[in-house]
Nanobody, 115 residues
Framework: QVQLVESGGGLVQPGGSLGLSCAAS????????MGWYRQAPGKQRELVAS???????NYADSVKGRFTISRDNTQKTVYLQMNSLKPEDTAVYYC?????????WGQGTQVTVSS
């Protein structure tokens, strides 16, 4: 079983930056995919960004050029650097990992972009 511990998030003004991190522990084989989803009130959960074990990344169109996902395979941690934040980025952000077909979700961390 994989456990995820998220950190980061909080309140930031429009145009500001925040960083999220998610550390995995437990019975881990390869962490094939690590990523972040988000869910705003009244909306469906959506993919923000993902990164494969080899480093290939994928971003939602809405965050391209503003967000950067990275991972440290030694530390089993995935990061999301969010720049030029907009009010529409406000949501609960969830860490998501896939390890040999097993999907694990983090508990979620709130990101609020507001003046």
């Amino acid at each position: 079983q994989v456990q995820l511990v998220e950190s980061g998030g909080g309140l930031v003004q429009p145009g500001g930056s925040l960083g999220l991190s998610c550390a995995a522990s437990g019975s881990i084989f390869s962490l094939n995919v690590m990523g972040w989803y988000r869910q705003a009130p009244g909306k469906q959960r959506e993919l923000v960004a993902s990164i494969l074990s080899g480093g290939k990344t994928n971003y939602a169109d809405s965050v391209k050029g503003r967000f950067t996902i990275s991972r440290d395979n030694t530390q089993k941690t995935v990061y999301l650097q969010m720049n030029s934040l907009k009010p529409e980025d406000t949501a609960v952000y969830y860490c998501h990992v896939v390890d040999l077909g097993r999907v694990t979700w983090g508990q979620g961390t709130q990101v609020t972009v507001s003046s």
